[in-house]
């Protein structure tokens, strides 16, 4: 079963244990506070566990989502690069401003 975890912890320090612990569990970080991965009910009680401790008694919010692999074959991802943008503004522009030459045959 597939499992994401995603926080949202103020501390640097903490944040930082709570990403190594993830990692630790074989997790897969899909984005700054978030990892993704495959692990069953007993690891992922253990991971909790952890993660509980780690977080103590400090500001922070940790959820924990279990997925089943259908479901998972449903999910859906929409990723731009930074810097794509300016890709898309430089095609736009791309002709723009621009007069054409009059070939032979317009002449």
């Given at each position: 079963?597939?499992?994401?975890?995603?926080?949202?912890?103020?501390?640097?320090?903490?944040?930082?244990?709570?990403?190594?612990?993830?990692?630790?569990?074989?997790?897969?970080?899909?984005?700054?506070?978030?990892?993704l991965?495959?692990?069953?009910?007993?690891?992922?009680?253990?991971?909790?566990?952890?993660?509980?401790?780690?977080?103590?008694?400090?500001?922070?919010?940790?959820?924990?989502?279990?997925?089943?692999?259908k479901?998972?074959?449903?999910?859906?991802?929409?990723?731009?690069?930074?810097?794509?943008?300016?890709?898309?503004?430089?095609?736009?522009?791309?002709?723009?401003?621009?007069?054409?030459?009059?070939?032979?045959?317009?002449?």
């Open positions: 079963m597939q499992t994401l975890i995603i926080y949202d912890i103020p501390s640097d320090r903490i944040r930082n244990k709570i990403g190594e612990a993830c990692k630790d569990y074989g997790l897969e970080r899909i984005q700054y506070s978030a990892f991965g495959e692990m069953n009910h007993n690891r992922r009680e253990e991971l909790r566990l952890r993660l509980q401790r780690t977080l103590g008694k400090e500001e922070g919010n940790i959820q924990i989502y279990p997925f089943c692999d479901d998972m074959k449903l999910k859906k991802e929409i990723i731009n690069a930074a810097g794509d943008e300016d890709k898309k503004e430089d095609k736009s522009r791309a002709g723009k401003g621009k007069k054409k030459k009059a070939g032979p045959e317009e002449t």
